[in-house]
Structure formats: C-alpha cells, structure tokens
C-alpha cells in the first residue's frame, strides 16, 4: 500500500514537473534597438529566438495609468525627423469589406503607396481578394465600433489593442509585433505568401514565402487586455526570431515602450531594465511597456509574451 502511493505521487510529480516544464520554457531575448531623436522612427527591436518552439501568447494590456489620463495624445510628432528620398510603390486606393455581422468586421485597405511591391491574397470563406497593405479587424462593442487589430501582409507587422476603457472613448495604438521567420530588407519584416482569416474562431492563418506557416487567433478581449494564441509550424529554429517587438523610444515621456522586465525560468522573480540598457535575457515572460505616461501614444497598450511551448496542441 504504501509503495503505491509513493509510486503514484512520483508519477504526479512527474506529469506535474512535465508540464511545468512545457508551460516555463525559456526563450532568449535579445534587444537590438539603436537610439534616435525622432518619435516616428521604429528604433526599439525586440528579438525573440527558440530552438525548438511552437506555441505562445501576446497580451496587450492598457498601461496603468490608463485611469489617470486626462488628454489622450496620438498625433505624429515629427520634430527631429529627417525625411529622405521614398522608395514607395503606386498603387490604386481600395477600402473593401472582407467580412461582416453585427458584432464582427474585417476591412481591407489598400494605400496610394507602400514602401513593398508584394501583393499577398487574402481569403475568407470561398472569397480571396488581393493587394491589401492593411487589414482591420473591428468588433461593435457599447454602441460603437472598435477596431482591435491589425496586420499589415505585405510585410508582417501586426498592431493590437484592447477596448477602450470607460474613461476614453478610444485608445491608441502603439508598438508593433512580427510573428513568424523575421528577416531584415531595409527594416525587420516577415515575408507573408498568403492570408487566411476564419471568422468563426477569430483566427489569421499565414503562409509564409519560404515555407511554414502560423495562426494568431484572438482568444480574449475586453477593456483591460486582447490576448492572442500563436502557433508556428515548423518551429523557427535559433538561426532567426520567431517573433519580435517594433516600438519606438527617445525618452521616458515621448516613447510607446520605456521599460521592460522579464521572469526567468523556476523563479518569481522579475528583472526590471529602462528598454535602451537592456541586453539580453533568457526568459519565460517578457514584459514591455511604459510606468508614466507619455505625450507619444499616451494611451497605447502594454505587451506581455509568455506561456512559450515546444509542444503540439
């Protein structure tokens, strides 16, 4: 009897240890960010990098000061800028509904210009459009509608918000993130083939242009957080990041990302960095965002990425 038990608590352990060990898996995050005078460059690169990962989560979360706001400030500040020549390629304006209920919205846009040829469909249902450089995901949400998310196909880059908390009638957009094999040409971009979007899950499926794939399914949404589910198949590999953060910082107060922290693997713990000192950090959380508020995007969201897993579902 008493051998029993001890081998069924060892065999409890086990399965607990296994899957704290998948839910704890540790990524290396390396920051390659370079410092500017300009609020409208990208200049904070956050890289993400695993062997072996499949699976993980993106959490926008209202920074907290988000009550003590008083003027909302999103307006670009080109102060410092230095505009040099464009690269840009012409195309025809579009704005075209994709997808729609009552509550749901999918909208694609298509610019004057963008700074990609690509033209990278689009497919909803039996529908496939082509030649968007947005897509806009809005939900109708106490009497209005909010739009929560964004990828940009032609170059990877996806914006999330959550909604707007009841002391604002809307919230601004911040930093950036990339899913999938990030590469540089100019500027870090993933190279999207084709676009899926299933509105019955809230799910993007991308195809990307060397192969693999992944999904970014909205999981959560309300007036604090938007949580996304991503998985990646196959894995990246450490050779390139699987994800990484775009922001921009030049100081505390005029910036969409001034700190960030992390919590390594088996501890409770949590390093704290101004974003422009941190180096690099094996971590099973990452946290970026900003402590006061800032006239840049006052009101944009906080990121979190954790629950890394090796696993398939």
Same mark, same amino acid.
């Given at each position: 009897?008493?051998?029993?038990?001890? %081998?069924? &608590?060892?065999?409890?352990?086990?399965?607990?240890?296994?899957?704290? &060990?998948? !839910?704890?898996?540790?990524?290396?995050?390396?920051?390659?960010?370079?410092?500017?005078?300009?609020?409208?460059?990208?200049?904070?690169?956050?890289?993400?990098?695993?062997?072996?990962?499949?699976?993980?989560? /993106?959490?926008?979360?209202?920074?907290?000061?988000?009550?003590?706001?008083?003027?909302?400030?999103?307006?670009?500040?080109?102060?410092?800028?230095?505009?040099?020549?464009?690269?840009?390629?012409?195309?025809?304006?579009?704005?075209?509904?994709?997808?729609?209920?009552?509550?749901?919205?999918?909208?694609?846009?298509?610019?004057?210009?963008?700074?990609?040829?690509?033209? =990278?469909?689009?497919?909803?249902?039996?529908?496939?459009?082509?030649?968007?450089?947005?897509?806009?995901?809005?939900t109708r949400f $106490?009497?209005? &509608?909010?739009?929560?998310?964004?990828?940009?196909? &032609?170059?990877?880059?996806?914006?999330?918000?959550?909604?707007?908390?009841?002391? %604002?009638r809307s919230s601004?957009?911040?930093?950036?993130?990339?899913?999938?094999? =990030?590469?540089?040409?100019?500027?870090?971009?993933?190279? /999207?083939?084709? =676009?899926?979007?299933?509105?019955?899950?809230?799910?993007?499926?991308?195809?990307?242009?060397?192969?693999?794939?992944?999904?970014?399914?909205?999981?959560? %949404?309300?007036?604090?957080?938007?949580?996304?589910?991503?998985? /990646?198949?196959?894995? /990246?590999?450490?050779?390139?990041?699987?994800?990484?953060?775009?922001?921009?910082?030049?100081?505390?107060?005029?910036?969409? !990302?001034? $700190?960030?922290?992390?919590?390594? $693997?088996?501890?409770?713990?949590?390093?704290?960095?101004?974003?422009?000192?941190?180096?690099?950090?094996?971590? !099973?959380?990452?946290?970026?965002?900003?402590?006061?508020?800032?006239?840049?995007?006052?009101?944009?969201?906080?990121?979190?990425?954790?629950?890394?897993?090796?696993?398939?579902?």
């Amino acid at each position: 009897m008493v051998l029993a038990a001890l %081998l069924a &608590a060892t065999a409890a352990l086990a399965i607990l240890a296994g899957a704290s &060990a998948q !839910v704890e898996q540790p990524v290396e995050v390396v920051n390659d960010s370079t410092p500017t005078r300009c609020a409208e460059e990208d200049n904070v690169y956050i890289k993400l990098r695993a062997e072996q990962v499949r699976r993980f989560r /993106i959490e926008a979360r209202h920074p907290a000061y988000i009550g003590t706001i008083v003027a909302d400030r999103w307006a670009p500040d080109f102060a410092n800028c230095t505009v040099t020549g464009s690269a840009d390629y012409k195309f025809e304006r579009r704005r075209l509904t994709l997808y729609e209920t009552e509550d749901w919205q999918l909208v694609g846009l298509t610019f004057p210009s963008f700074w990609r040829p690509n033209s =990278v469909p689009v497919r909803v249902g039996q529908r496939t459009e082509t030649g968007f450089h947005l897509l806009q995901l809005w939900t109708r949400f $106490q009497e209005r &509608a909010e739009e929560v998310l964004v990828l940009y196909p &032609a170059d990877g880059y996806w914006r999330a918000r959550p909604l707007a908390p009841q002391t %604002l009638r809307s919230s601004a957009y911040g930093s950036s993130f990339l899913v999938g094999p =990030v590469e540089v040409h100019g500027r870090p971009l993933v190279d /999207i083939r084709a =676009v899926t979007f299933d509105p019955a899950t809230r799910t993007f499926t991308l195809a990307f242009a060397r192969g693999g794939s992944a999904t970014l399914r909205l999981d959560a %949404l309300d007036q604090e957080r938007i949580e996304l589910g991503v998985t /990646i198949e196959p894995p /990246i590999g450490e050779s390139q990041p699987f994800a990484a953060l775009r922001s921009m910082y030049v100081t505390e107060t005029n910036s969409d !990302v001034a $700190q960030v922290a992390w919590r390594e $693997q088996r501890t409770a713990l949590w390093g704290e960095s101004p974003v422009m000192s941190f180096k690099r950090a094996r971590a !099973v959380e990452f946290w970026a965002g900003r402590r006061v508020p800032s006239r840049h995007n006052t009101s944009a969201p906080d990121f979190t990425f954790r629950d890394f897993a090796t696993g398939e579902r």
